[in-house]
């Protein structure tokens, strides 16, 4: 039989009513008691890490996951993690960066509606879970309503629906139906290797989503700010130049020696700022490209890099190296 650990966090699963809404005060035991099947599938232990709505998500807390992880891995065959659902998709990929040549599942859930309500996706979504962390197969996944999407390419799409998160520009990797699970594709685990814990972040980065009108003068403020910025443009990506010149004041964060992410507010399909003279404008040598990844995993991932380098040249080699499937060409 295999032996599971179970990791709690918060969120919307470990809620009850409070004075002011649903707050997270679940414990592990309390969530366990509401599945007392699970017995039958595999050991389970379980540690609270923390019992905190997932908008107040910190990447600190990313660490204290990816190092409770990797203190009890060779204890354990899986994990599994119950999460809220805001920030679920930006822990998954930052796990998928700290935690990497990963040869045992590490499985990401929560739910819409807490596990101690009559009518609740909970049951289902941490059954699914700790059936998959049996699985031989090594990464970091999300499994909510019976799909598993890979941990860099997780998307929360909807804020109430059962299925509320899709993979994004990256198949499913597999589906769960009761006990079935029925996979998209062969997948490997890494072998002959040994896992790697890397938790240093630099979280002096920005997120910046472009609209008609944006001042050119608010890009002057991030410059004492931040060590890194992220871009969510138009379409395939391409930068204003005319009427308002966004252009030139990445330019400027650029020779300030900021490292800049262009990615699109389109969902799928990615930037290609090859297209376009808005896009070909970009300084292709120090402007870093983000191709198909998901907004939720550049953020992680430029705090993950600029932990490791503050080089911007190293910085947009290290963005741009394909890690757990994040980049697909």
């Given at each position: 039989?295999?032996?599971?650990?179970?990791?709690?966090?918060?969120?919307?699963?470990?809620?009850?009513?409070?004075?002011?809404?649903?707050?997270?005060?679940?414990?592990?035991?309390?969530?366990?008691?509401?599945?007392?099947?699970?017995?039958?599938?595999?050991?389970?232990?379980s540690k609270p890490l923390m019992n905190i709505d997932s908008t107040?998500?910190?990447?600190?807390?990313?660490?204290?996951?990816?190092?409770?992880?990797?203190?009890?891995?060779?204890?354990?065959?899986?994990?599994?993690i119950t999460h809220g659902t805001d920030t679920m998709a930006y822990t998954s990929a930052a796990l998928s960066y700290m935690l990497q040549d990963v040869d045992k599942p590490i499985v990401i859930?929560?739910?819409?509606?807490?596990?101690?309500?009559?009518?609740?996706?909970?049951?289902?979504?941490?059954?699914?879970?700790?059936?998959?962390?049996?699985?031989?197969?090594?990464?970091?996944?999300?499994?909510?309503?019976?799909?598993v999407i890979q941990g860099t390419r997780a998307i929360k799409l909807r804020t109430k629906s059962y299925d509320s998160?899709?993979?994004?520009?990256?198949?499913?990797?597999?589906?769960?139906?009761?006990?079935?699970?029925?996979?998209?594709?062969?997948f490997h685990s890494p072998k002959n290797k040994e896992i790697k814990l890397d938790t240093s972040l630099c979280t002096d980065v920005s997120l910046v989503k472009l609209h008609p009108?944006?001042?050119?003068?608010?890009?002057?403020?991030?410059?004492?700010?931040?060590?890194g910025i992220v871009i969510e443009s138009y379409g395939s990506g391409g930068i204003p130049f005319q009427g308002r010149n966004i252009l030139q004041k990445l330019n400027e964060l650029t020779e300030c020696g900021i490292s800049v992410v262009i990615t699109t507010q389109c969902l799928e399909e990615g930037e290609d700022i090859d297209i376009y003279e808005v896009g070909r404008k970009?300084?292709?040598?120090?402007?870093?490209?983000s191709r198909n990844m998901n907004t939720e995993?550049?953020?992680?991932?430029?705090?993950?890099?600029?932990?490791?380098?503050?080089?911007?040249?190293?910085?947009?080699?290290?963005?741009?190296?394909?890690?757990?499937?994040?980049?697909?060409?």
């Open positions: 039989m295999k032996k599971l650990m179970l990791l709690t966090t918060g969120g919307t699963i470990a809620s009850l009513e409070g004075e002011n809404g649903l707050v997270p005060e679940m414990k592990a035991e309390e969530i366990l008691s509401h599945l007392p099947g699970l017995n039958s599938l595999c050991q389970i232990d107040n998500m910190q990447p600190e807390y990313w660490a204290d996951m990816a190092k409770s992880i990797y203190e009890k891995y060779n204890d354990y065959d899986g994990f599994v859930t929560g739910s819409q509606i807490p596990i101690a309500f009559k009518k609740t996706d909970a049951k289902r979504n941490i059954s699914d879970a700790v059936r998959f962390a049996c699985e031989d197969i090594g990464g970091v996944y999300v499994v909510f309503d019976g799909r998160f899709e993979s994004i520009n990256y198949p499913y990797i597999a589906s769960i139906h009761e006990d079935d699970i029925k996979y998209n594709k062969s009108g944006i001042k050119p003068e608010f890009f002057d403020f991030l410059k004492n700010q931040c060590k970009v300084n292709q040598n120090i402007i870093i490209r995993a550049i953020v992680p991932k430029l705090m993950w890099v600029l932990g490791k380098t503050q080089d911007p040249h190293k910085v947009k080699e290290m963005m741009e190296t394909p890690i757990a499937d994040d980049i697909t060409v």
